[in-house]
């Protein structure tokens, strides 16, 4: 963008120089030489350019622009040339303003990588680089230290955080046996693991690759203006070279070509993009580039993550369910006070629960935490167990929910449990009802929980196609995966985990105002409030964004045609040609920022 800005300062310095010689100095000459170096030297470079796009396949409106500079300089019409150049130049500044990414480093990701481990040699323990770990070591983790590499518990139980690449919050229990994955967050016990894999092939080292590939291959969309650029330049040069044939004069040629300017096709596509995700921002959606406008309008499938996305992302208390004779209050106070000094983060959404029902809170005697089973407390004289089932009261088997709970067992008899579960957002069903009414047809689920909790989140919002139990990499597979007829793709999430498919996709949404600072770098679209429901927003502003860039392109088409065909007749001077030309940009910019506002009302 800089470099194009540049551009159009120097340009207009060489129209200034021109025109102190021309009508300061009163040498026309010279002010015809300055232009017609600039000219060529833009022309030249436009040429280069073009060549390379066409061995790419990219067919755009350069060619039109290069006879009109061309054309003008060749028949002695420098200031029509000049006012050309002035044009194009400033079009191009304003279309790379509209594309400008807004992607940066992802700081967040990287700075989270684990650079150090703890190896045992023997007794003693060595504090070495996580690149100096080989398969089969064994390395200590720490309370709160990340997991260095990808191993299996050799020693030790404690709850682990994944949520940095599945995207679920509620801790998993790690004993001996168990996985452990690079880049998770041991909780309140040291683990000692063996090494099963080297860092570089590690689960969160292959995330931050992910990332980085995706960066690399950016999927191809073709430019709004240039599907238009082939039969508007046909249709020109055909008025062009009848009004030359019949005339004799290549001065008609040129009045044709510099009217044919494609100065419309430039400006008309980035002005209502603009003022599209003008229109975004000010609705607390950031919309990083004008591809990304066509791409959402033009979108045919969307994919979802659970958890943060569709649901909240927190835990809370879901049903209170005791044991006949036990009233649901009082199972409700003796767990919050025994939870209310653990850490754990479903004591936190009991204890919420309780207060939020106006519940006294006994503050306990005595309070022994259990490591990944849950704690025991003396409550007003009574021990007050609560965990999991198997803890607090084994062989209790057929007591087991088949959902997220907390069990409780008082002085040695169970007397219920208290339920938890993500809470689906009220608006996640309007919004994907919007979605469909925009025309996206296939809508899917994909999350690293479990299929039974998916399913029934993804019923309750009208879901149908759910994919669970998924890594980073299992998301980016079913992304790709998808048939072209439902391309473009729209992916919404919110974590670290969900960073690489947000680049995949051919739209990546971050919920970016509690979700990590590596999703919303990774993301094309950024939605900047807690509301899923400008997801819907963001289809819908686009939309009426790029029906209003057609309508303003197809508009300076028309009108320039029109003026061709007077121009052929010779009836409009050059310079003249050129300034209409301009009237015409007016006319399409004008249109173009009705996008501003849209023709629709936005529903909250």
Sequence with gaps: MKTNRSKLVVMAVIAAAAAVCQWVFHHPGWAQ??????????????????????????YGVDLLAIIAITSALAVSEYWAAMVILLMLIGGDALEDYANQKAHGELKSLLDNTPRTAHRLVG??????SVNDLAVGDQVKVLPGELVPVDGRVLAGRS???????????????????????????????ALTMVVEKRAADSQYQQLVALIKEADQQPAHFVRLADRYAIPFTIISLL?????WLVSKDPVRFAQVMVVASPCPLILAAPVAFVSGMSRS???????????VVEKLATARSAAFDKTGTLTSGQLTVSDVVPVPGVDKSTLLQLVASAEQGSNHVLAHSIVQRAQDDGLTLSSPSKVEEVTAQGVVA??????????????????QDQQ???TTAVYAAVDGHYYGRIELADQLRPEAPTTINELRETGIKTIIMVTGDNETIAKRIAKKIGITKVFANLLPKDKISRLQDLPESERPSIMVGDGVNDAPVLK????????????STAASESADVVILTDNLHKVANAVQIAEDTLAIAKHAVLIGIFVCIGLMLIASTGIVPTIIGAFLQEVVDTVCILWGLRARHGSRQLNE
């Design 33 to 58: 030489l300055i232009i017609t170096v600039a000219g060529a030297v833009i022309a030249i470079s436009m040429l280069m350019g073009m060549v390379k796009k066409l061995r790419s396949g990219d």
């Design 123 to 128: 007794p003693k323990q060595q504090s070495i």
């Design 159 to 189: 709850t682990v955080n994944e949520s940095s690449l599945t995207g679920e919050s509620l801790p998993l229990t790690k004993q001996v046996g168990d996985e452990l994955l690079s880049g998770s967050v041991n909780g309140d016990a």
């Design 239 to 243: 008025i062009g070279a009848a009004a």
């Design 281 to 291: 921002s000010a609705n607390g959606i950031v919309v990083k580039s004008g591809d």
């Design 378 to 395: 003396e409550i007003n004289g009574r021990q007050v167990k609560a965990g999991k089932l198997a803890f607090v009261a084994p062989g």
């Design 400 to 402: 087991l929910a088949n």
């Design 504 to 515: 995949v996709a051919d739209v990546g949404i971050a919920m970016g105002a509690r979700g």
